[in-house]
């Protein structure tokens, strides 16, 4: 670590981040798709970029092997990541500027918040069911991955 940090020895020579989020109407176009970060990019506060390009590439593949034409894939595709997707993207813009911010006042709150949190059994089970990438949304029901399982 010493090594990396040697060279640093003035403030202006860092730079500050920035996180921007990717947030599409719809993620098709008649025969083109976009998955990924391609299609709903987010800053990396869940770090959810590779699952939620695995989880969309693994609908994709579902909705095309079982959709008469590949428009009626790519629109059932949509629909059935909507609600993951969009849930993902709001938690992300809502933690980014917990964690990455140069105020006191938000990270002072997140600490006191999280620890305070984190000691109901439902406020931590939703915490890691967020984690694990498998919420769908506050009040929805968490992704059933018994089909991906069978997979294996």
Known sequence: ??????????????????????????????????IGDAAHAMSPQLEQGANMGLMDAYELVRQLMSQPSVPDALSQY????????????????????????YRT??????????????????V???????????KQGWLRANMDLGEIDSLW
């Open 1 to 34: 670590m010493d090594e990396f940090l040697k060279p640093l020895v003035d403030a202006e020579q860092l730079a500050a981040a920035r996180y921007a989020d990717v947030v599409m109407p719809h993620w098709h176009d008649n025969r083109v798709v976009l």
């Open 124 to 134: 931590r089970r939703f915490g890691a069911d967020t984690l694990v990438g498998v």
């Open 78 to 101: 949509s629909t059935a990541r909507k609600h993951h997707l969009r849930y993902y993207q709001w938690a992300s813009r809502w933690l980014t500027p917990l964690f990455q911010s």
């Open 105 to 122: 006042a938000a990270p002072w709150l997140r600490d006191r918040l999280m620890n305070s949190g984190n000691q109901l059994p439902m």
